[in-house]
T-cell receptor, first 118, second 113 residues
Framework: EPEVTQTPSHQVTQMGQEVILRCVPISNHLYFYWYRQILGQKVEFLVSFYNNEISEKSEIFDDQFSVERPDGSNFTLKIRSTKLEDSAMYFC????????????????FGPGTRLTVL | GQSLEQPSEVTAVEGAIVQINCTYQTSGFYGLSWYQQHDGGAPTFLSYNALDGLEETGRFSSFLSRSDSYGYLLLQELQMKDSASYFCAVREGKDNQGGKLIFGQGTELSVKP
């Protein structure tokens, strides 16, 4: 069964360093997302991406964040200068988008990258 | 503002039925989803309601009342492996496709023998 994959599973970095989190969405999906979950808290939306551009972003997604789809399979989240408060689990998700009146457009999540900023 | 309210924790015994409620207040609404998460792992999709009524998928059912901004997840014949966190999530979007998920705080379900 197709699934979303993410690498690395765990990333440890020093404050101020840049990190790139990688995701391979489900191959025929059109919509891509990044979410994060701080330990013990709810999952929070960061950004959605469609047709090679950002379609929506949250207030969390400030200038230190960027996303890219460098080729036909990968979807990346870059954090330019990490802060302690960026420590969280980062989930990538993808959805197919459907035509018709009622769309489930289910989002499927990857296993996550645990980012630890020291 | 946007908010989803669900109980923080629920405890039940094996074989029992449990209902996890969710009330929501969001600026846009395309449907209510339910996800299961084990120990910080990937949220796993369980169910989705776009219209009022009950959706049944095996031991899990989900209900939605859009007029009441309310939904619930019903888990029947509970098993130990059902112990996990359960999140309701509203899908918002500019149209009928794509759209971000706004998650509730999650309900920690503990199933006892």
């Amino acid at each position: 069964e197709p699934e979303v994959t993410q690498t690395p599973s765990h990333q440890v970095t020093q404050m101020g360093q840049e990190v790139i989190l990688r995701c391979v969405p489900i191959s025929n999906h059109l919509y891509f997302y990044w979410y994060r979950q701080i330990l013990g808290q709810k999952v929070e939306f960061l950004v959605s991406f469609y047709n090679n551009e950002i379609s929506e972003k949250s207030e969390i997604f400030d200038d230190q964040f960027s996303v890219e789809r460098p080729d036909g399979s990968n979807f990346t989240l870059k954090i330019r200068s990490t802060k302690l408060e960026d420590s969280a689990m980062y989930f990538c998700a993808s959805s197919g988008g459907t035509s018709g009146t009622i769309s489930t457009d289910t989002q499927y999540f990857g296993p996550g990258t645990r980012l630890t900023v020291l | 503002g946007q908010s989803l309210e669900q109980p923080s924790e629920v405890t039940a015994v094996e074989g029992a039925i449990v209902q996890i409620n969710c009330t929501y207040q969001t600026s846009g609404f395309y449907g209510l989803s339910w996800y299961q998460q084990h120990d910080g792992g990937a949220p796993t999709f369980l169910s989705y309601n776009a219209l009022d009524g009950l959706e049944e998928t095996g031991r899990f059912s989900s209900f939605l009342s859009r007029s009441d901004s309310y939904g619930y997840l019903l888990l029947q014949e509970l098993q130990m492996k059902d112990s996990a966190s359960y999140f309701c999530a509203v899908r918002e979007g500019k149209d009928n496709q794509g759209g971000k998920l706004i998650f509730g705080q999650g309900t920690e379900l503990s199933v006892k023998p």
